[in-house]
């Protein structure tokens, strides 16, 4: 990425220059730089968790339960739905290569974090479901379940 942004500024160019290596000098530790990138990650990671946090509250006010356990299955949801999911599909813009238009990639990234959440909300609804004890799970009362309980199987 140092090295793209090197291109970016002029500083080196494409076609038409001196011979650059591939492995140029970069510059070492700037601490402007290096330092907003670590407090705008955090701002991203604590807007992230108040949502969650957000989204949970609604879920324990229609009557879920949220403990420990189910908090680590919400976060570890939020993580699949906006990280690792939308990179399995649509790959990185590497800089100064025409890519699809920022437009568009946002509206699909969008899509997939609502598809995708609504997965992962469901995955958490079936945990919650599991833990409750009741055995039903998303399915309701099932004749397997029906014939288990009472000994037949």
């Known amino acids: ?11 080196l160019l494409h076609f038409g220059a001196d011979p650059v290596t591939a492995h140029p000098v970069l510059p070492g530790f700037d601490a402007v730089r290096d330092g907003l990138s670590v407090i705008f990650t ?33 976060g570890i949801a ?29 509206v699909w990234w969008f899509c997939h974090g609502r598809v995708g959440g609504g997965g992962a909300v469901a995955a958490c609804v079936c945990a919650q479901l599991g833990a409750s004890g009741s055995g039903r799970g998303l399915a309701g009362s099932t004749s397997f379940d029906r014939r288990a309980r009472a000994g037949q199987l």
């Open 42 to 74: 955090m701002l991203t990671y604590t807007g992230y968790g108040l949502l969650l946090l957000a989204m949970m509250s609604v879920a324990e006010g229609r009557g879920a339960q949220i403990d420990g356990r189910m908090g680590m299955i919400w």
């Open 78 to 106: 939020g993580f699949v739905t906006f990280h690792p999911a939308p990179a399995f599909t649509l790959a990185p813009e590497v800089p100064g290569v025409a890519a699809a238009e920022v437009g568009a990639r946002q």
């Open 1 to 11: 990425m140092l090295h793209a942004e090197l291109y970016e500024r002029g500083e």
